[in-house]
């Protein structure tokens, strides 16, 4: 099959997109991704691990301060990847187009294909209007988030079928937005090839312990209160140092906060690398931190990173949002109060000061993330994409077959993938 994967994201961290695209090419399809450029250093094409990536618009650094300053790129990159989706579909056809949000009207950007016969998946990696009103201050009941409701129900029809990254999300899309049938979750699986536990498994470093965050510095993300509760941290191990890799709105403001703090020996912001440079980082970290705030978004935003802190051997704390703790429980993480300044710092050093209760959290912890990896659920994902293509291959009537033993009809065949990843949901929900 020829597919095309379009992402307002930048391919080489965007784990979630990775994943999807190397599967495909694995099998033998070929697979096209437009997508962004970070910097004027990196190529505007190239191959990656056999998919085709086509950085089509720069994006250097989020720095975006308005909502209007947020949502001009994008409409800008709707225009872009609709143009050269129709061009290239033209010259050669697509069978699937694989569109992920932001925005959620990235999905038109397939129209074209779609009146040829391409199918469509509108994958939700964050929803959106609840992320834009966290992102500038909204309230929900503003003009914009409720239009942001509007354009998100219209998109979910335009496509033929929705993934959602996490069952809390599913719940408030179905409510809103779309049937049941026509969605499905997969969580964001981490890659085992690429986050792999180190040697120095249960490490304990209590003279100069690395701290680490990766990802986004929004608000909802809470480093402000990592930041003061590593300060706390610091006056019992005054040698720790917290690393803190990423890029995003709030970043003045925590560089300002740790000069405020006198943290500058000891906090470290660093620009945000590659998904195979952060797993090599994330390998020698000592402990991991996830400090989310509990607001609408954040209570309900899953975080990749812990599974990634787990695949490669590093203790966590985490905030007990809602998400997390359906998804994770005491004896894989430190949970600690959401926003709770004290309370972070104090999971923290219990976590690093007691070297049997760590490493048995590692062991637990390493165990689910084998349990959960991409490696395990991707069959899933493609015999997902197999039914709505309507693909008839040898596969197909193995995988995609009733009890009776009767080959199922397309609609049943994506039907009975929804109903298998709900079956995994269900396994991972009673681990917890």
Known sequence: MRICMVTYSYYESDNRVIRYAESLVQRGDTVEVLALRRSPETAKEEVVCGVKVFRIQDRLGKREQSGSSFLWPLFRFLAVSSWWVMRRHQRQRYDLLHLHNLPDFIVFAGWYPKLTGAKLILDIHDIVPE??????????????????????????AFADYVILSN?????????????????????????????RTRPTYGRGNLKNPVVLFPGGLQWHQG?????????????????????????GIMKAQLVELVNRLDLQNSVRFFEPVSLREIAAVMAKADLGIVPKRADSFGNEAYSTKIMEFMSVGV?????GTKVDRYYFNDSVVRFFEPGNVNALSEAMYAVL????????????????AVRNSWASRKAEYLTLVDALCERNTLRDRLVLRSPAGASLTPPRAVAAASSRQSSISTAMTNER
């Open 131 to 156: 992320f834009f009103a966290s992102k500038f201050a909204l309230s929900s009941d503003s003009t914009l988030v409720q239009w942001l409701k509007l354009v998100e129900k219209a998109s979910a």
């Open 315 to 319: 203790p966590l704390v985490v905030a």
């Open 167 to 195: 069952h809390l999300w599913l719940e408030k899309f179905i409510a809103r937005s779309a049937e049941k049938e026509k969605c499905s979750v997969v969580i964001n699986h981490v890659d085992a090839a690429i986050f």
């Open 223 to 247: 480093l402000d209160i990592a930041i003061r509760a590593f300060a706390n941290f610091r006056s019992r191990i005054p040698e720790a140092e917290f690393h803190i890799y990423g890029d």
């Open 353 to 368: 000061s007691d070297f049997d209760s760590r490493c048995g959290m590692i062991h637990r912890a390493s165990e689910y």
